[in-house]
């Protein structure tokens, strides 16, 4: 059979350009859409709490170190990051920890603060999907030492394992 498919030159199957598709990514935005996130830092101290954000256009980076991670050090980070860019901010995007919102659990809750903070600067607030820590991949990218969170749903990866 196979002699016969190369006598009429069909042995192999054609080559296919582009039958990979691209890599997706991030739509592009306007500069000043944020991502901002907090993670935990050790030391000899004790906790800090590390507040980064990271600009998606531009790649602009501002953090700050807190000894609480509570909302009211992440409206203040936010004010600060409003004075200490040089630019207009349109989004912020957050995770649903509730130093950022309350609309995870409650639709109908009080105003957070953080929000109160976006509002009075005309900056449009988006979460990520619950348990989605890759949609606010670029600063989750910066918060992590040594890329060690390297699954797609947050947990740490074994080392040696695959």
């Not at 993670?39 to 600009?55: C, R, S």
Request: proline content about 4%; hydrophobic content about 35%; some cysteine.
């Amino acid at each position: 059979m196979h002699r016969c498919l190369q006598r009429h030159g069909i042995s192999r199957l054609p080559e296919v350009r582009g039958d990979k598709e691209p890599k997706k990514k991030f739509k592009s935005y306007p500069i000043g859409y944020f991502h901002i996130d907090i993670d935990e830092v050790q030391t000899a101290e004790g906790k800090l709490y590390l507040f980064v954000a990271i600009d998606r256009t531009s790649k602009f980076a501002f953090a700050e170190l807190y000894t609480k991670a509570g909302k009211m050090n992440a409206a203040q980070f936010l004010r600060n990051l409003i004075t200490a860019v040089p630019y207009t901010i349109h989004t912020v995007l957050t995770d649903n920890g509730i130093q950022f919102t309350n609309r995870a659990c409650d639709r109908n809750a009080f105003q957070h603060i953080f929000d109160w903070v976006c509002d009075d600067h005309s900056i449009e607030h988006r979460l990520t999907k619950v348990k989605h820590p890759w949609t606010n991949g670029q600063v989750e990218r910066m918060t992590e030492p040594n890329g060690k969170k390297d699954r797609r749903d947050g947990t740490e990866a074994r080392r040696g394992r695959a």
